[in-house]
């Protein structure tokens, strides 16, 4: 599966927000998109996910969207009302035909992704009882169940506590096995630093692409994020970047 972002540029009436932007994401690759604030990211990741439309450039993605693509806001609007079940068991609907018979296939994706998002211990409870983090496992949950080839996560671990973090990044690197490509949105330098490729965007340019090493340097940061940082090596060996 492949998704492919070609010179896209886009503007809120006559104000451009993303300009010429081309990046490509591939087959069982994470991705993630950094910037500070007003870069542009959400306004990309929506571009992504067919939500809005560039005025110029296009976006590529060779099969219908409903089954292979799933999209998370930052907040991600779920009904109150709902228990956790039924809004995860809402994932499957793309797959359902008309009438909407739930099938065990679906009974198994729905229990795999509660499992996986650590969810299932509050599945009878009702959505609005929620706390923000358990809100956002949910919401993760329900576009788990839809089984998606691309997964588009706008700030992913804003509401998450540390455990659920890692266990995020976990997740990610087990769908990864089965073809998961991943686009996300940080603000954390930690967490990008895990990624496979991190994209840059500063004022709607795509200032950098490439691997974590290649676009996470100080210079550039400090340049775009207007402050100063500081590099540090973990104890495996990866690269972290935090403020000073
Ligand atoms: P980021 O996610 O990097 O913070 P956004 O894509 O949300 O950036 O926003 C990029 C720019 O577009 C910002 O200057 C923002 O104010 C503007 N913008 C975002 N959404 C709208 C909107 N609905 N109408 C007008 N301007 C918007």
Do not use: C, W
């Not at 599966?1 to 993303?18: C, D, I, N, P, W």
């Not at 919401?139 to 839809?146: I, P, S």
């Amino acid at each position: 599966m492949r998704l492919e972002a070609r010179e896209v540029s886009f503007a809120y009436g006559q104000k451009t927000v993303l300009h010429q932007v081309s990046l490509e994401i591939g087959r069982a690759e994470v991705l993630a998109l950094i910037g500070p604030n007003g870069a542009g990211k959400t306004t990309l990741l929506k571009i992504l996910a067919g939500l809005l439309r560039p005025q110029t450039g296009r976006v590529q993605l060779l099969e219908p969207r409903a089954k292979r693509m799933a999209y998370l806001a930052q907040s991600e609007p779920l009904p109150p009302e709902f228990t956790v079940l039924e809004v995860v068991s809402l994932g499957r609907l793309p797959h359902q035909g008309f009438l909407g018979a739930s099938t065990k296939a679906d009974q198994q994706q729905i229990e795999l992704a509660l499992e996986r998002t650590d969810t299932k211990q509050f599945a009878n409870r009702r959505v609005q009882e929620l706390s923000g983090g358990e809100a956002q496992r949910v919401a993760l949950a329900r576009a788990l169940a839809q089984q998606p080839e691309v997964l588009l996560l706008d700030e992913p671990t804003n509401h998450l506590d540390l455990a659920h973090q890692s266990e995020l990044l976990r997740l990610l690197e087990q769908e990864k096995k089965s073809g998961l490509s991943v686009v996300m949105v940080v603000h954390d330098l930690v967490l990008a630093g895990r990624a496979d490729r991190v994209a840059l965007l500063h004022q709607g340019h795509l200032e950098r692409i490439g691997n974590p090493e290649e676009v996470l340097e100080l210079n550039i940061l400090e340049k775009v994020y207007q402050t100063k940082l500081e590099k540090l090596q973990t104890s495996d060996g990866r690269t972290v970047v935090i403020p000073k």
